[in-house]
C-alpha cells in the first residue's frame, strides 16, 4: 500500500508550526518558525502577511531538506489558525488588509455600534456571542468600512488565516464554520449560515463575506509556484480546515458530548464539546470541526503570556543559570514558586494584562496584582500569576456545570504548558478537579491534518481520525483538599475585584 503523507498548517499568534503525518495517523516530522507581528501600537496588532507566508515555506522546505519527507507523498494540506485572523483580499486574492488578530482593540467603537444596533440579547440568539473589538471579526470589518473606505470598496471578500492560507495555496476563497463563529455575522445556534439580519442592520455587505463549507471539505488543488518548485504535486488537495483550538481538541478526543479538554500556552483554553447549541454569554461559543456539535470555549487570553512576562522581567538571572539537575530557566522559576506558600501570601492576581475575553469581556481590563506588603517578594509574585490563572480556571468550570448541568471531575489538558507539574498540581487544587496531561504539544497542526485526512477519505470520519492519534499520558495529577481553606479563600477575592475595578480602567486609560 502506497504511503500517504497528510500535511497540517498551524498559523499561531507569532510563530507557524507545520506537522506531516501518515495515514494512520502517526507524527512523522514537524518544523516550526517565528514570523513579525505589525504592532505600531498599544491597540493594533496585525500579522505580516508577507513574513509568516515566508515561514510557511520555510518549514515545508525543511521538512523536505532536513527531515527526508517526500514531498510527492504529500497528499493533501489542512489549515489550522488562530482566532479570529481578518484580513481582506480583492478579487484576484490579494491581500488589502493583513490579518487583524483577536488582541487587536482598534475597533472598541464598532463593538459598541454592533451592541445599540443590533443588541447584546438579538446578537446572542443568532451568533451565540457577544460584541468585543479583535475577538469578534464583524468589528475589525465594520472598524475597516469606517476607516478604511477605499479598501472596504476594493475587498472583494473578507477572511480568517485559513481563509488566507486556502488562497495562496489553492487560489480560491472559504471559510469554515468554527471560523465563522467568531465574525458575530453568522448563525452559530440556528442554520450556519451568514445572517442577513445582521450584516443588513450593521452595513456589512454579506456578499463580501466567503462561501462557507465543513472542515473537511477540499477547497482546491495546489497552485502555489514555490510549494510545486519544492516537489510537491498539483493534485495535492487543500483541505480548509479550522480554528486551532477546535482542531487541537479534535486531535486530544474531544468529539463528542461531554468531553472537556484544557489547552495552555500563551492563552488559556477550556473546551467543551456539547451536542445541543445551549449557551452562556461567558463562553465564546462556535460550531466545531466535528459536524453536529458545538463547543464552549472559555478562552483566557493572557495566561501564559502572564507568566512569561515575570520571566522576562523578574527572573532575567535564571535565564542563563543552570541547575545541578540540569533544570534552566522556567522550570526553575517554577521550583521557586513551589517554594511560596499555598496562597502566595495574601497576594492574588488578576490576568488580565491586555484586556480579557472569557468571562469579563472587556477590552480595558489590564492586571492587577492584589495584596502586595513589604514582605512581598518576587517569588510570591511568580506563584500568584499560576494561581491567578488557576483560579480563573475555577471560574469558567463552575460556569460550565451551570450551563451543561453535569459536574466536572476531571479534564485532560494539552500543550506545553500543561506539562509544568508545580502548575498543574496548583490548578488541580484550586479547581478541586483531577487533570490528565496528555503528551500532546502542537495539537492544531495535527488536527488539521487529520481533518486533511478525512477530506480525501484516508479517514472515514472525524471519529475515526481522531481515534486513531495516540493519546499517552504524560502525567496524571489528583487534587489535594490540603489547602482548600486558604484556596476558597483567595478565590472569593479574585471573583470579587474585578467588579470592583471594572470602572476604573477606563478612568486610568482616559477612556469616556
Request: charged share 20%.
Amino acid at each position: 500500500m502506497e504511503e500517504i503523507y497528510l500535511l497540517g498548517v498551524d498559523v499561531g499568534t507569532s510563530s507557524i508550526k507545520v506537522t506531516v503525518i501518515d495515514q494512520e495517523a502517526r507524527f512523522v516530522a514537524q518544523e516550526s518558525a517565528a514570523y513579525r507581528l505589525i504592532n505600531p501600537n498599544q491597540v493594533s496588532i496585525q500579522i505580516d502577511t508577507a513574513d509568516m507566508w515566508n515561514a510557511f515555506t520555510g518549514c515545508v522546505g525543511a521538512l523536505i531538506s532536513k527531515h527526508g519527507v517526500e514531498p510527492g507523498k504529500i497528499k493533501a494540506i489542512g489549515i489550522s489558525s488562530l482566532c479570529p485572523g481578518l484580513a481582506a483580499f480583492d478579487a484576484d486574492g490579494r491581500v488589502l488588509v493583513d490579518p487583524i488578530i483577536y488582541s487587536d482593540r482598534r475597533s472598541t467603537e464598532e463593538a459598541e455600534i454592533f451592541r445599540q444596533t443590533i443588541g447584546n440579547q438579538r446578537l446572542f440568539e443568532i451568533t451565540a456571542n457577544s460584541p468585543m473589538a479583535g475577538a469578534m471579526s464583524g468589528t475589525s470589518m465594520l472598524w475597516i468600512k469606517r476607516n478604511l473606505p477605499e479598501i472596504y470598496e476594493k475587498t472583494r471578500y473578507f477572511g480568517h488565516v485559513n481563509t488566507l492560507i486556502a488562497v495562496m495555496l489553492s487560489g480560491n476563497f472559504a471559510i469554515d464554520h468554527s471560523n465563522a463563529s467568531y465574525t458575530l455575522l453568522y448563525e452559530t445556534a440556528g442554520r450556519g449560515v451568514w445572517s442577513e439580519e445582521i450584516c443588513g442592520k450593521i452595513g456589512i455587505d454579506i456578499h463580501k463575506l466567503p462561501p462557507l463549507v465543513k472542515s473537511t471539505d477540499v477547497v482546491g488543488n495546489l497552485i502555489h509556484p514555490v510549494l510545486l518548485a519544492m516537489g510537491l504535486s498539483p493534485e495535492t488537495k487543500i483541505v480548509i480546515g479550522g480554528g486551532d483550538t477546535a482542531c487541537a481538541t479534535l486531535a486530544a478526543g474531544v468529539v463528542k458530548q461531554g468531553d472537556v479538554c484544557e489547552s495552555v500556552g500563551t492563552t488559556n483554553v477550556l473546551t467543551v464539546c456539547v451536542e445541543e447549541p445551549k449557551f452562556s454569554p461567558n463562553f465564546i461559543n462556535r460550531r466545531h470541526v466535528v459536524d453536529g456539535a458545538w463547543i464552549y470555549q472559555g478562552a483566557m487570553s493572557h495566561t501564559g503570556s502572564s507568566y512569561q512576562w515575570i520571566y522576562d522581567n523578574f527572573y532575567q538571572d535564571y535565564k542563563d543559570y543552570p541547575s545541578v539537575t540540569g533544570k534552566q530557566g522556567m522550570m526553575l522559576m517554577n521550583d521557586d514558586a513551589e517554594q511560596a506558600e499555598p496562597g502566595a501570601d495574601g497576594l492574588v492576581f488578576l490576568p488580565y494584562m491586555m484586556g480579557e475575553r472569557s468571562p469579563v469581556w472587556d477590552p480595558y481590563a489590564r492586571g492587577v496584582f492584589f495584596g502586595l506588603s513589604l514582605k512581598t517578594t518576587r517569588r510570591e509574585m511568580n506563584r500568584a500569576v499560576l494561581e491567578g490563572c488557576a483560579y480563573g480556571l475555577r471560574q469558567l468550570i463552575e460556569m460550565v456545570e451551570k450551563v451543561t448541568g453535569q459536574k466536572l471531575i476531571k479534564f485532560s489538558s494539552i500543550g506545553g504548558g500543561a506539562k509544568s507539574k508545580v502548575w498543574a498540581q496548583i490548578k488541580a487544587d484550586i479547581t478541586g478537579r483531577d487533570i490528565t496531561v496528555l503528551d500532546m504539544n502542537d495539537m492544531a497542526p495535527v488536527g488539521a491534518a487529520l481533518l486533511a485526512g478525512v477530506g480525501i477519505g484516508v479517514f472515514k470520519d472525524v471519529y475515526e481520525a481522531s481515534a486513531k492519534v495516540e493519546k499517552s499520558v504524560y502525567m496524571e495529577i489528583r487534587h489535594s483538599d490540603a489547602y482548600k481553606e486558604v484556596y476558597d479563600r483567595r478565590y472569593q477575592v479574585y471573583t470579587g475585584l474585578y467588579p470592583s475595578v471594572k470602572e476604573l480602567y477606563k478612568v486610568n486609560l482616559g477612556v469616556q
